[in-house]
T-cell receptor
């Protein structure tokens, strides 16, 4: 089946640093990638949708200048959390899809900002 | 705005018992998904339901969809401890433009007690 690889799986860093999370589709071309955030004991909230070669569309309340999304190829999307602060600590999950096929989820990245 | 409501949010049940989780949504939908999430893990796809009256079964789990009532159910038969997890339903709203964004319910945390 379709596989989405997300890296890193866990990152701990100091407040004020920037963190990059990669999301790769290994065996299909992800024309669309989605980034979600999940706080403890809560559901997944969509942060942004990106189509390859286009600017990402951010959901209301998500700061585009803080959460930089790049989807430069059909197999790679990155999320960069700039100047991260403790309130950005969360579980970030990406998913990729090809055309009208279902989304395939990565394993998630647990981000902890000290 | 699409709203997805799951009930119950927490469920504790004994092994061997049956129970149903409900997922209501507020607008016409293209398709509905059920996912399982184990602690600290990403989502595992369980079912996708595409049409009114659709029923799918895998092991002790059975999902159904009533598009007229805007209701999906996830039925657990003779629960076992391994089914303990959080279960999410997610809905893709119907859109002529072919939107594929998922809106998630809040999740149902299931604990199966020996």
């Amino acid at each position: 089946g379709a596989v989405v690889s997300q890296h890193p799986s866990w990152v701990i860093c100091k407040s004020g640093t920037s963190v990059k999370i990669e999301c790769r589709s290994l065996d299909f071309q992800a024309t669309t990638m989605f980034w979600y955030r999940q706080f403890p004991k809560q559901s997944l909230m969509l942060m942004a949708t990106s189509n390859e070669g286009s600017k990402a569309t951010y959901e209301q309340g998500v700061e585009k200048d803080k959460f930089l999304i790049n989807h430069a190829s059909l197999t790679l999307s990155t999320l960069t959390v700039t100047s991260a602060h403790p309130e950005d600590s969360s579980f970030y999950i990406c998913s990729g899809k090809q055309g009208s096929q279902p989304q395939h989820f990565g394993d998630g990245t647990r981000l902890s900002i000290l | 705005e699409l709203k997805v409501e799951q009930n119950p949010l927490f469920l504790s049940m004994q092994e061997g018992k049956n129970y149903t989780i409900y997922c209501n949504y507020s607008t016409t939908s293209d398709r509905l998904y059920w996912y399982r999430q184990d602690p600290g893990k990403s989502l595992e796809s369980l079912f996708v339901l595409l049409s009114n009256g659709a029923v799918k079964q895998e092991g002790r789990l059975m999902a159904s969809l009533d598009t007229k009532a805007r209701l999906s159910t996830l039925h657990i038969t003779a629960a076992v401890h391994d089914l303990s997890a959080t279960y999410f339903c997610a809905v893709v709203p119907f859109s002529g433009a072919g939107s594929y964004q998922l809106t998630f319910g809040k999740g149902t945390k299931l604990s199966v007690i020996p």
